[in-house]
């Protein structure tokens, strides 16, 4: 009995299955028709859709959904446009709006991924009640949801925001942000201070640079006493990608006075790279390359010099042996 119990249950579900399998290839094969032949799709033009019961039964919506999903990785412009209007014309984003006040996280979570894969606004307050849920995966759902899909003060979480964000969220933040090419950008050294979790600030200060915000060096000039010295260091790496003319002075005070020997080895690289006070940068660093023990500062002087002067025997003159090295920092 239990032999035939455990057939009928693997023939039902292989039946099942097999039944799952045709159908998404049923679906695969309309959806590359309609696209094909309709440049902007109507409801009329999903009949074939609604009548093997995408909008009346779960598991044959959520095989259509499946579908959507895998067909709209391989499209982009009108295509992946026409996507996401099939997804809202079928209506089938009503039952994922009412996920979001699942009691379950799980419901909730995937619910936030659907909707923002096919671009289906929800109101504002939902959302934002979202992005302070205990869970901290909905919280970074919502917050990319919200980057992805707003237009309007979307940068909201930099100033609630209580994670310390891992360096997936980090990257995510930042690509979904720097591809918002629609939208105006905030200053972002308004969330370069101490009231402010570190990562933000690491986030808005890596924003900062890479838009060229000039005003926000003045921010991190008030921070550079932190005693956090990973925070300290990416401080010291931006000022030198933002060159703001009053930054050399500030980095060669904060050098005297600095402990770590990873910041005073970016200081030294950061101003290498400033165009500005060139002469009080470059006098700067002949008298601390003389006064020096380390090596590894040593080195990084040496390179530096070699970029605030056209001075090539600098190297030569204090270490020749590392000549073959700074070489190929020069290459």
Known sequence: MGLVLVYVYNLSSSIYKKRNKNLETQFIKLLRELLLDKKDIELSDLKPFIDLGVQRQKKIREIFIESLTQYSCFLGGNEARNIEKIYTLLDLQKAKIKDLSSIFNSAVIQAIDELTRFKVPVEREIMVQLQKKENSMIRELANSYTLT?????????????????????????????????????????????????????????????????????????????????????????NLGKLNNPSS????????????????????????????HNTSEVTHFLKTTLAKENSINLKKAIIIALKRTTSDSTIPSIYFPEFEHELQLYNT
């Open 248 to 275: 050399p002075e500030v980095l060669m005070k904060l050098f005297v006075v600095e402990k770590d020997k990873r910041c005073k080895r970016e200081i030294i690289k950061s101003l290498g790279y400033m165009t």
């Open 149 to 237: 899909i707003y237009k309007d003060n979307i940068y909201d979480f930099f100033s609630f925001n209580d994670d310390r964000f891992t360096k997936w969220k980090y990257l995510t933040y930042f690509q979904l942000i720097i591809n918002r090419t629609d939208l105006k950008k905030p200053h972002f050294g308004q969330w370069i201070s101490p009231e402010f979790k570190s990562t933000v600030i690491s986030l808005a200060m890596d924003l900062a640079s890479y838009y060229y915000q000039q005003n926000a060096a003045e921010n991190i000039h008030a921070m550079l006493n932190t005693l956090d010295c990973a925070l300290r260091f990416q401080m010291i790496n």
